[in-house]
């Protein structure tokens, strides 16, 4: 899809950018979830599409170079997509958003870009990039 937007100079804003606190290693477990909670509702967050996805986040944590990286790494990929590519990551609470403008700081090396575009979609998404789960 990408290529086509690049095309017709359209820009993109990634829907949930940090998969709705996956990619950040805050959410580990759906149990966390009260009845409340909008995030138990999507296939991204049941059965194995969780685990799958879980194991995506211990991918992108291992890229990041100390605890409460991982969601900037994430952004950070995805601001390396090219300046047509706006993630916007909600956010209630002024530390996330000191965590999540970090990203711009973050500069990924060309190994670490290839990696993380290597990680495989997350299922029960209509994405293609594990960074838009």
């Keep these: 899809m ?3 937007l690049r095309e017709l100079n359209i820009g993109f804003v990634p829907f949930s950018p940090l998969g709705r606190g996956v990619l950040t290693g805050k959410l580990r477990s759906t149990e966390q ?4 909670d909008f995030r138990a509702e999507p296939p991204v967050h049941r059965g194995e599409n969780f685990q799958h996805n879980l194991r995506v986040a211990d991918e992108v944590a291992a890229i990041a170079r100390r605890p409460g990286d991982p969601g900037a790494v994430a952004l950070a990929w995805l ?7 706006a ?3 909600g956010t209630r609470r ?5 965590e999540n403008t970090a990203a711009d700081a973050v500069q990924l090396t060309d190994e670490q870009l290839a990696r993380l575009t290597s990680l495989p979609p997350a299922p029960g998404t209509p994405t293609t990039r594990p960074a838009c789960a």
């Excluded at 979830?33 to 409340?36: M, R």
């Excluded at 601001?79 to 590519?85: F, M, P, V």
């Excluded at 002024?94 to 000191?98: D, F, L, Y």
């Design 79 to 85: 601001l390396a997509q090219g300046d047509s590519i």
């Design 33 to 36: 979830f009260d009845s409340s």
């Design 2 to 4: 990408l290529p086509v």
């Design 87 to 89: 993630p916007i990551p």
């Design 94 to 98: 002024v530390a996330r958003v000191e």
